[in-house]
């Protein structure tokens, strides 16, 4: 559908989408960039085709809300087990859903789900305050540190099944192959028939899993360790994130942009400050709506681009677009 995006309204959707049972056999919904679309027709979609629903595209459906996707936990389902067969879905742009709640939602409810898109949803679109970008910090560091433990627990458990059947002595930890570091992970917890070999996806790879191990193929290694669901790019960069907001906090580093931040740094004086501050989630700089709006006159255009950068006043990187993703820091 997301071809007619630009004109696809809920009456266009609704008098499309039938009740006869013919529904039930779709396996990929497209509505990306449909964003006339409203929670009530695309439930309403779902309630149709969820049964063997594999591939769900919302982005940029900037009128959904967390409510849909509470909707599709409910009816993606089997008839025949009760299971979810959704293993994409791509929620990038939707910010009027919460971050935080999908990553919940999925993590409970879509049992299949090998990817899940969540780039410029409501805690990573437009201004966002410290406390709720630090929840969503929290809460995806606990969501590593789950993963972890299980990781942990099934290598364990390959370890000491190992001792069991080879001769005494032999030192597990320094002479795992390639093949026995497969047979280490359990198939069924792991993406183990994904071999896509591309690293870029998912989570940073646990150091402790190629120690003293050279020659380990590159899909084992960034593929087999991973969790069954791939957050496509979000720990890494909120990770990155959260480490200029410490900085920020911990107040030693110089990276105030405008002298108003430079007051609440503690380096000026100003008993009136009044300022609210936002910190550049890309360099890290910390300066004030006012200095912001003052500093993006200073636009350049590179050369055979189309589009408008806006340099950091302070170091020269680009500041997100008007709009776009900010760290409201708190007075
Ligand atoms: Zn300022
Ligand atoms: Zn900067």
């Given at each position: 559908m997301s071809a007619h995006a630009s004109f696809l309204t809920d009456r266009l959707l609704l008098s499309i989408v039938?009740?006869?049972?013919?529904?039930?056999?779709?396996q990929r919904v497209c509505l990306a960039g449909c964003n006339r679309l409203t929670d009530s027709a695309v439930c309403r979609l779902l309630d149709v085709c969820?049964?063997?629903?594999e591939c769900l595209e919302l982005s940029d459906c900037t009128l959904i809300s967390t409510s849909t996707i509470e909707h599709a936990a409910r009816v993606c389902r089997s008839r025949k087990d009760g299971k979810s067969c959704l293993v994409f879905l791509d929620l990038a742009g939707c910010s009027n859903v919460d971050t935080l709640d999908a990553l919940r939602l999925t993590e409970t409810n879509f049992e299949a789900l090998r990817e899940i898109r969540l780039m410029g949803t409501s805690r990573l679109?437009?201004?966002?305050?410290q406390d709720e970008f630090v929840e969503l910090a929290r809460e995806l560091e606990a969501r590593r540190a789950r993963w972890r433990d299980g990781i942990g627990r099934r290598r364990e458990d390959a370890v000491r099944r190992a001792e069991a059947d080879d001769s005494p002595g032999t030192d597990v930890g320094n002479t795992v192959t390639a093949e026995d570091m497969m047979n280490m992970i359990d198939p069924s917890a792991s993406?183990?028939?994904?071999?896509?070999?591309?690293?870029?996806?998912?989570e940073e790879i646990e150091p402790w899993i190629l120690e003293g191990r050279e020659n380990v193929p590159a899909w084992v290694t960034t593929c087999c360790i991973q969790p069954a669901l791939c957050v496509v790019d979000l720990p890494k960069r909120v990770k990155h994130w959260k480490t200029k907001l410490d900085i920020w906090e911990e107040?030693?580093?110089?990276?105030?942009?405008c002298d108003h931040a430079m007051v609440m740094q503690g380096n000026m004086n100003d008993p009136g400050h009044q300022h609210q501050l936002n910190l550049l989630p890309g360099c890290g700089h910390v300066l004030c709506v006012d200095c912001e709006q003052r500093s993006r006159v200073h636009m350049v255009r590179r050369h055979l681009d189309n589009e408008y950068v806006y340099p950091c006043p302070l170091c020269g990187m680009d500041m997100p677009n008007p709009g776009g993703f900010e760290i409201t820091l708190n007075p």
């Open positions: 039938r009740d006869d049972g013919a529904f039930a056999n779709v969820g049964e063997n629903l679109n437009g201004r966002v305050p993406c183990i028939d994904c071999a896509c070999g591309d690293a870029s996806r998912g107040g030693t580093a110089p990276i105030a942009a």
